[in-house]
């Protein structure tokens, strides 16, 4: 039943930084993990962070050290702060929520990353 509303997508360049947000229609409180994943042109959707409650985050091998995934309780929105972005991090960014075993998707926002 939770609606999830992406924002933040864009075009940048090589070593630039962007900052996607996931609003939710719910408390996130009320959700056990949100998280990102992105589908690059030709590939399979791949998760790239997510957020349990209670704070535990995980991240993808590929984004360690250069994504930050957070949540802001007041706000109901889950954040992916990207550093140094590479050509190859170029995906449709998918939010996803999951409640009670039911998955929910946002509809998702494109990131593009130029050389």
């Known amino acids: 039943q939770v609606q999830l509303v992406e924002s933040g997508g864009g075009l940048v360049q090589a070593g630039g930084s962007l900052r996607l947000s996931c609003a939710a229609s719910?408390?996130?409180?009320?959700?056990?993990?949100m998280g990102w994943y992105r589908q690059p042109p030709g590939k399979q959707r791949e998760l790239v962070a997510d957020i349990n409650i209670g704070g535990s985050r995980n991240y993808a091998d590929s984004v360690k050290g250069r994504f930050t995934i957070s949540g802001d309780t007041a706000k109901n929105t889950v954040y992916l702060q990207m550093n140094s972005l590479k050509p190859e991090d170029t995906a449709f960014y998918y939010c996803?929520?999951?409640?009670?075993?039911?998955?929910?998707w946002g509809q998702g926002t494109q990131v593009t990353v130029s050389s």
């Open positions: 996803k929520a999951v409640r009670l075993g039911v998955i929910v």
């Open positions: 719910r408390s996130i409180l009320s959700l056990n993990s």
